[in-house]
């Protein structure tokens, strides 16, 4: 398989690197999860089989870095939830140190911490084709991309351009988002087949989004 690194000039192809037998190839989804749901999970696991990355950690926030917060529910029920979502799920796990330390969750801070606690690991950061524009406002972004290989998932045949280093995937478009699972519970609407059955038990469980 081979992998594109885009830029707005210019096209490569190129093919993946053989890997060192000493390191370990671990992606990152991260996001507010509020609640997760199967784009989330397709998206992880796609990426993870792609790219043939040991593992892929989802990593909830603490407190996203936006200028318009999101309103969001305790990091509690956020965990819960993803620990559902994956349960018995190959390859996904949870990273949970933006939730440890508190306060606004910067990308850069974030990893800088990781790659220096985990020195044997090349970390794929995955974000969404949208996200790929704002990468110049992203903070510290120049010292970000020495930490880590940025991974861009988007639909079959449509790329956007970055003169950052992107590795695109390709992953089949479910356009699900939190925010419409929440306004259809808030409306008394069962989202069956949006997110794991699990967790929507455990939402229904604690009375969330009403």
């Known amino acids: 398989m ?6 707005p000039f210019t096209k490569v192809e190129l093919e993946p690197e053989k890997k060192e037998s000493n390191r370990r190839q671990v992606g990152i989804l991260g996001g507010n999860f509020n609640p997760v749901h ?11 089989q792609r790219l043939g990355l040991d593992q892929v950690l989802l990593m909830p926030e603490y407190e996203p870095p936006h200028v318009d ?19 018995g799920v190959e390859g996904l796990a949870i990273e949970t140190i933006e939730l ?7 990308t850069y801070d974030t990893m800088k911490i990781l ?9 794929y950061f995955i974000i969404g084709a949208d996200m790929v524009e704002y990468l110049p406002k992203w903070h510290r972004i120049e010292e970000l991309v020495e930490l880590v290989q940025f991974v861009g998932v988007q639909r079959p045949k449509y790329k956007a351009g970055t003169s950052y280093p992107v590795i695109w995937v390709d992953v089949p478009l479910m356009d699900i988002s939190s925010s419409m699972i929440r306004d259809r519970i808030a409306s008394g609407c069962v989202p069956n087949y949006f997110l794991p059955k699990a967790v929507l038990d455990y939402i229904k469980e604690e ?4």
Not at 2 to 7: F, N
Not at 40 to 45: I, R, T
Not at 71 to 79: P, S
């Open 38 to 48: 199967n784009a989330h999970l397709l998206v992880a696991d796609q990426v993870r």
């Open 207 to 210: 009375g969330l989004y009403l």
């Open 2 to 7: 081979a992998l594109e690194l885009l830029t």
């Open 100 to 106: 440890e330390r508190k306060g606004i969750s910067y």
């Open 69 to 87: 917060k999101k309103g969001t529910i305790d990091e509690k029920h956020r965990l819960k939830m993803l620990e559902l979502a994956i349960d």
């Open 115 to 123: 790659t220096e606690a985990h020195p044997d690991v090349d970390y």
